[in-house]
T-cell receptor, first 111, second 116 residues
């Protein structure tokens, strides 16, 4: 059973389009994190959200933590080819010490 | 500041052989974890440690052992390699979640292991 469900699994868009990636669970998390991974490399942390309803912005990327701390979304505005990569959500359940990952969303932005 | 260093970067093993994947971090992080990444499966937690001398199992611990004798090092041992253990292995470290506002993990660059 996948604790964190990411959707969509694959996304191919044109440069300049907007997109949203979702990360959903039935469990409550003390924190949710988003990572980006490029081929042949380890994941790199983009953001951590810890407060229900929290919104964080990183240039053209907007991250939101659900009010109930069960879900999160990543929105990219005006996507660029440099945004291409695997986006992973990960979370620490309340009462746990383990960081668990969703399966990821593979994003391709075509010029 | 090297971050998280994993060695080796590539390894080919024969079925039944044993080996140790090394992981070292220089950020004084309390938490360290080992993940394996397989196509379509995402990152799955093998073992983790919340401090020196403390380890616990993750989602897929069978066939692997760990120890944490120092804060810096967290080696992963494959006891008797099997083809099902062919994967990319990542080590990661972090401050204790919540201790400094929920810091995320820093990952190494991975070890690509093939078991034939």
């Amino acid at each position: 059973t996948q604790l964190l469900k990411q959707s969509p699994q694959f996304l191919s868009i044109q440069e300049g389009e907007n997109l949203t990636v979702y990360c959903n669970s039935s469990s409550v998390f003390s924190s949710l994190q988003w990572y980006r991974q490029e081929p042949g490399e380890g994941p790199v942390l983009l953001v951590t959200v810890v407060t229900g309803g929290e919104v964080k912005k990183l240039k053209r990327l907007t991250f939101q933590f659900g009010d109930a701390r069960k879900d999160s979304s990543l929105h990219i505005t005006a996507a660029q080819p440099g945004d291409t990569g695997l986006y992973l959500c990960a979370g620490v359940q309340v009462g746990s010490e383990k960081l668990v990952f969703g399966k990821g969303t593979k994003l391709t932005v075509n010029p | 500041n090297a971050g998280v260093t994993q060695t080796p970067k590539f390894q080919v093993l024969k079925t039944g052989q044993s080996m140790t994947l090394q992981c070292a971090q220089d950020m004084n992080h309390e938490y360290m974890s080992w993940y394996r990444q397989d196509p379509g499966m995402g990152l799955r937690l093998i073992h983790y440690s919340v401090g020196a001398g403390i380890t616990d199992q993750g989602e897929v611990p069978n066939g692997y052992n760990v120890s944490r004798s120092t804060t810096e090092d967290f080696p992963l041992r494959l006891l008797s390699a099997a083809p099902s253990q062919t994967s990319v292995y990542f080590c990661a470290s972090s401050y204790a979640p919540g201790s400094r506002g929920g810091y995320g993990y820093t990952f190494g660059s991975g070890t690509r292991l093939t078991v034939v």
